[in-house]
């Protein structure tokens, strides 16, 4: 089975959902070939050979490709993918503005949001915000899946590189669209997608100043902030932060909910997290019903409290 | 310039989801439907664009059985000019609806697609970006801003790291996020005036395109159910509890 992975970097460092992409395709086959598509990538090709699960790593940088952007981008993985069995990707933001538009060029479909693989062309994906889960065979000769990547593991890099470095040479100019400019959230705080500990805030936090609670026992705890959708449609807190059905899914070790009452597209995002807590005034709030643990009062007198006593 | 919009006919967002008892699906029969929430926004962007003078005429397309002319009544109610239906009583799956709207728009030939970056009953997020690619045009996907200028639209999308700006060249392709827009309430007299507008429907077997499934859903099935939790007093016993089972 050959296997092609598109790689999600920005230009400096692989993004971790490839390394989960990676442990799905371990499942599928041990022929794994990754693909980077950048421009000044060299470390990022550097850092892929370093997966010990991957084959080759092949390489296609170029200017034309800097921003990575779906128009030159998914012909380029088009191109390149049509000698696989496999196509995968991350179920990230980068992932799914690029393989849909491959799939159709290969005139292919694409499984989306893949959380398990029964057999060979046989998956298991979440549907309707999580509320319903569908086993779904696949009918073509390629297949492709963009992979959840809280449902597979990390795969681990190693000290030497063991996979094969190989150039692209195919240079595909974009004519239709160009990068204007981007507002990325600067944080020394873990990525959402990847923190063990997660505290995020709702409605109830009232205002984007008060999101400086959740932030200072995020830092006590080494923790990343999120928020619902509530939240950041109020302005309380960036698009960036938000967890859910249309967010970020996320499922880590402690997931601690403040202020949020628990609507499905909340739930979707957090309700694979090992450990829920659930801080809320409103004792009938849905997000008890997910929760491990549930304090119901003001969390502005909760917060302060578990402040003092995590300092303790 | 011609907007198409295209839009789904869904399981409410509030509804409850019931799985079907024979495994085979979700139940959508007795159950409250409604517009794709990401395509509603869409339909009111492609309707602001046009009340500000960017475009002559807002076109609303959907892909369904009969029943869905009320979601598409939605739509012109909304402010939308006509309305076209392609009629089917078999699942599209999104390549198959992504060559269905490429042939519908090579026949009316639209400056601008906008489509809700995903459905909420299917969630796949595809098939906008399907459709750039098949048209072979760019496309802005999550988009939460829109600025239009000569010969192209600025279009800013809501991405893993925050927010990225792209510039695309007319015609495009553009899918619609949550915070792009507040969709407007339908007054009486709109509904009313939406049933004279054209609603024209076209068998699917006409546009002579590949609708062939390629993916068979084998069952769904209810995920697991979390264990309900304790309620605790205070912080002091929170702090406690996490530390027993050492996530902190």
Same mark, same amino acid.
């Given at each position: 089975?050959?296997?092609?992975?598109?790689?999600?970097?920005?230009?400096?460092?692989?993004?971790?959902?490839?390394?989960?992409?990676?442990?799905?395709?371990?499942?599928?086959?041990?022929?794994?070939?990754?693909?980077?598509?950048?421009?000044?990538?060299?470390?990022?090709?550097?850092?892929?050979?370093?997966?010990?699960?991957?084959?080759?790593?092949?390489?296609?940088?170029?200017?034309?490709?800097?921003?990575?952007?779906?128009?030159?981008?998914?012909?380029?993985?088009?191109?390149?993918?049509?000698?696989?069995?496999?196509?995968?990707?991350?179920?990230?933001?980068?992932?799914?503005?690029?393989?849909?538009?491959?799939?159709?060029?290969?005139?292919?479909?694409?499984?989306?949001?893949?959380?398990?693989?029964?057999?060979?062309?046989?998956?298991?994906?979440?549907?309707?915000?999580?509320?319903?889960?569908?086993?779904?065979?696949?009918?073509?000769?390629?297949?492709?899946?963009?992979?959840?990547?809280?449902?597979?593991?990390?795969?681990?890099?190693?000290?030497?590189?063991?996979?094969?470095?190989?150039?692209?040479?195919?240079?595909?100019?974009?004519?239709?669209?160009?990068?204007?400019?981007?507002?990325?959230?600067?944080?020394?705080?873990?990525?959402?997608?990847?923190?063990?500990?997660?505290?995020?805030?709702?409605?109830?936090?009232?205002?984007?100043?008060?999101?400086?609670?959740?932030?200072?026992?995020?830092?006590?705890?080494?923790?990343?902030?999120?928020?619902?959708?509530?939240?950041?449609?109020?302005?309380?807190?960036?698009?960036?932060?938000?967890?859910?059905?249309?967010?970020?899914?996320?499922?880590?070790?402690?997931?601690?909910?403040?202020?949020?009452?628990?609507?499905?597209?909340?739930?979707?995002?957090?309700?694979?997290?090992?450990?829920?807590?659930?801080?809320?005034?409103?004792?009938?709030?849905?997000?008890?019903?997910?929760?491990?643990?549930?304090?119901?009062?003001?969390?502005?007198?909760?917060?302060?409290?578990?402040?003092?006593?995590?300092?303790? | 310039?011609?907007?198409?919009?295209?839009?789904?006919?869904?399981?409410?967002?509030?509804?409850?989801?019931?799985?079907?008892?024979?495994?085979?699906?979700?139940?959508?029969?007795?159950?409250?439907?409604?517009?794709?929430?990401?395509?509603?926004?869409?339909?009111?962007?492609?309707?602001?664009?046009?009340?500000?003078?960017?475009?002559?005429?807002?076109?609303?397309?959907?892909?369904?059985?009969?029943?869905?002319?009320?979601?598409?009544?939605?739509?012109?109610?909304?402010?939308?000019?006509?309305?076209?239906?392609?009629?089917?009583?078999?699942?599209?799956?999104?390549?198959?609806?992504?060559?269905?709207?490429?042939?519908?728009?090579?026949?009316?030939?639209?400056?601008?697609?906008?489509?809700?970056?995903?459905?909420?009953?299917?969630?796949?997020?595809?098939?906008?970006?399907?459709?750039?690619?098949?048209?072979?045009?760019?496309?802005?996907?999550?988009?939460?801003?829109?600025?239009?200028?000569?010969?192209?639209? $600025?279009?800013? @999308?809501?991405? =893993?790291?925050?927010?990225?700006?792209?510039? %695309? /060249?007319?015609?495009? *392709?553009?899918?619609?996020?949550?915070?792009?827009?507040?969709?407007?309430?339908?007054?009486?007299?709109?509904?009313?005036?939406?049933?004279?507008?054209?609603?024209?429907?076209?068998?699917?077997?006409?546009?002579?395109?590949?609708?062939?499934?390629?993916?068979?859903?084998?069952?769904?099935?209810?995920?697991?159910?979390?264990? $309900?939790?304790? @309620?605790?007093? =205070?912080?002091?016993?929170?702090?406690?509890? %996490? /530390?027993?089972?050492? *996530?902190?």
């Amino acid at each position: 089975m050959k296997i092609l992975i598109l790689a999600e970097h920005d230009n400096q460092v692989l993004k971790r959902s490839t390394h989960h992409t990676v442990t799905a395709a371990t499942e599928l086959g041990s022929e794994i070939d990754l693909l980077i598509i950048g421009s000044d990538c060299e470390k990022v090709a550097k850092q892929a050979c370093l997966l010990q699960a991957v084959k080759r790593v092949l390489v296609a940088d170029d200017t034309v490709y800097a921003h990575q952007l779906a128009e030159n981008a998914a012909a380029l993985v088009a191109e390149v993918g049509k000698q696989y069995e496999y196509i995968l990707t991350g179920a990230t933001t980068f992932g799914k503005n690029i393989l849909p538009r491959a799939a159709a060029l290969l005139d292919v479909a694409l499984v989306s949001d893949v959380i398990k693989i029964i057999t060979p062309d046989t998956f298991e994906r979440p549907i309707y915000a999580g509320n319903a889960i569908a086993t779904v065979k696949s009918l073509d000769g390629i297949k492709m899946l963009s992979i959840r990547t809280t449902a597979f593991p990390a795969a681990k890099e190693g000290e030497q590189a063991v996979a094969t470095l190989q150039k692209i040479s195919e240079r595909i100019p974009n004519a239709l669209s160009r990068f204007e400019y981007q507002a990325l959230t600067q944080s020394m705080r873990p990525e959402l997608n990847e923190a063990r500990i997660i505290i995020s805030g709702g409605r109830g936090l009232k205002s984007a100043e008060n999101f400086h609670l959740l932030e200072k026992i995020a830092d006590r705890l080494g923790a990343a902030v999120g928020a619902s959708r509530a939240a950041v449609d109020a302005g309380f807190a960036p698009n960036d932060y938000q967890v859910g059905q249309t967010g970020k899914v996320v499922a880590p070790d402690l997931y601690i909910a403040v202020g949020i009452s628990g609507a499905i597209q909340h739930l979707a995002g957090m309700k694979d997290s090992k450990i829920i807590v659930a801080i809320n005034n409103d004792p009938e709030a849905p997000i008890f019903q997910v929760a491990d643990f549930g304090l119901v009062g003001d969390l502005f007198k909760i917060l302060p409290e578990l402040q003092n006593e995590l300092d303790k | 310039m011609k907007i198409l919009v295209a839009i789904k006919r869904v399981v409410d967002y509030k509804a409850s989801i019931r799985i079907k008892s024979d495994g085979c699906g979700v139940e959508t029969s007795n159950v409250k439907m409604s517009m794709n929430p990401f395509d509603e926004i869409a339909v009111e962007e492609a309707i602001r664009i046009r009340e500000k003078g960017g475009a002559s005429e807002v076109i609303v397309i959907s892909m369904s059985g009969e029943v869905c002319q009320e979601t598409l009544r939605t739509a012109l109610a909304m402010g939308a000019d006509r309305a076209i239906l392609v009629k089917s009583d078999t699942e599209i799956q999104p390549l198959a609806a992504a060559k269905i709207l490429k042939s519908i728009a090579e026949q009316e030939s639209p400056g601008l697609i906008l489509l809700g970056k995903q459905a909420i009953d299917t969630d796949n997020n595809q098939v906008g970006q399907m459709l750039a690619g098949l048209l072979n045009w760019p496309q802005g996907t999550f988009a939460s801003k829109m600025e239009f200028h000569e010969n192209g639209v $600025s279009v800013t @999308r809501e991405v =893993d790291g925050g927010l990225e700006t792209l510039f %695309l /060249k007319l015609p495009a *392709v553009v899918t619609t996020d949550l915070r792009l827009n507040e969709p407007r309430y339908i007054s009486l007299p709109n509904i009313v005036k939406a049933k004279q507008k054209t609603l024209v429907i076209i068998p699917i077997e006409s546009l002579e395109v590949d609708v062939s499934p390629r993916q068979q859903t084998l069952h769904v099935t209810a995920p697991l159910k979390r264990r $309900s939790g304790v @309620r605790l007093q =205070d912080a002091a016993e929170l702090v406690t509890h %996490l /530390k027993k089972v050492q *996530v902190i």
